[in-house]
């Protein structure tokens, strides 16, 4: 099992940026895909990005390609998601979310359902 906490949401203006970060409980190096999603109101859950540590494999929505980056430092158990060129479309509650045991990400890194654990979000607002 392993706890997700999100922090770092908040209000900026369009073009701005924001840093998130997800502490979990425990490692997230090895046979672990990370993935953020984020969720609009009155829209489903899209997967944004997500990052198999232990090969340094990434993987981003096109609608975030060249502006969101994701890493995350194994001695602190810490996933990141720098969101730069943001935009109002960005709006949206954050999650992260883990998939233990995972072989890969590439398969499907994008389903919210392949990831059983999640954080409780954080809201990200970006104003026009």
């Known amino acids: 099992q392993v706890q997700l906490v999100e922090s770092g949401g908040g209000s900026v203006q369009a073009g701005g940026s924001l840093r998130l970060s997800c502490a979990a409980s425990?490692?997230?190096?090895?046979?672990?895909?990370m993935g953020w999603f984020r969720q609009a109101p009155g829209k489903e859950r899209e997967g944004v990005a997500a990052?198999?540590?232990?090969?340094?494999?990434?993987y981003y929505a096109d609608s975030v390609k060249g502006r969101f980056t994701i890493s995350q430092d194994n001695a602190k158990n810490t996933l990141y998601l720098q969101m730069n060129s943001l935009k109002p479309e960005d709006t949206a509650m954050y999650y992260c979310a883990a998939d233990l045991g995972a072989l890969s990400c590439a398969r499907n890194w994008y389903v919210a359902s392949r990831f059983v654990y999640r954080g409780q979000g954080t809201q990200v607002t970006v104003s026009s």
């Open positions: 425990r490692y997230i190096y090895s046979g672990v895909c």
């Open positions: 990052i198999y540590p232990g090969a340094g494999s990434t």
